[in-house]
């Protein structure tokens, strides 16, 4: 046993110390996991999300394509259905705009104009595009439709993250 005793007052010191560590280790732990968890768990999604439509069915005249996939927002998940506007252009490439009108980002449709057909229109404040998704020069919207990146897997569509178009922005 040694010879240098420990005072009361140096036990106690110790004891607290040690018993105050391990109770700030316990409050912090928690804290630290739940701000990395999100960021060590492995993701399983790629990068294109699957329609349920078949490439070999998709025509000339734009049609609406809905897509569903899940979104985690730090620590929920919910379930987010997008729109696509899909078609084959004069080429047979797939051409897959997005619905989101530039002017303040109300849904556009396709042919709902009477007076102006074969256009894409947002009843909001009266935007018009063209089939390939430029905007008509005198309408409120300032740019072009972004289209939205795309494969094919097993002869159905996939859908991508948007880009702008590049047909180039109208007057």
């Known amino acids: ?3 240098q005793r420990v005072s009361r007052r140096q036990f106690l010191n110790y004891t607290l110390t ?6 700030g280790a316990a409050m912090i732990m928690p804290m630290v ?8 768990q492995a993701k399983g999604a790629g990068d294109y999300i699957a329609t349920d439509k078949k490439i070999a069915d998709i025509t000339s005249e734009p049609t609406r394509v809905d897509f569903s996939f899940e979104q985690q927002d730090a620590w929920y998940t919910s379930t987010v259905t997008n729109t696509a ?4 252009n004069e080429n047979g490439e797939i051409v897959a705009l997005s619905p989101v009108c530039k002017h303040l980002g109300c849904t556009v449709d396709w042919n709902t104009d009477k007076s102006n057909p074969n256009q894409f229109f947002c009843a909001c404040h009266y935007g018009r595009y063209t089939k390939d998704g430029k905007n ?5 919207p300032l740019g ?15 859908l991508g993250a948007t880009k702008p178009n590049p047909v180039g922005k109208g007057a």
């Open 1 to 3: 046993m040694s010879k």
């Open 85 to 88: 506007w899909v078609y084959k």
């Open 18 to 23: 040690g018993v105050g560590g391990f109770m």
């Open 136 to 140: 008509v020069p005198g309408t409120p």
């Open 33 to 40: 996991r739940f701000a990395l968890d999100p960021v060590l």
């Open 144 to 158: 072009p439709l972004d289209v939205y990146e795309h494969t094919e897997k097993d002869g159905y569509l996939y």
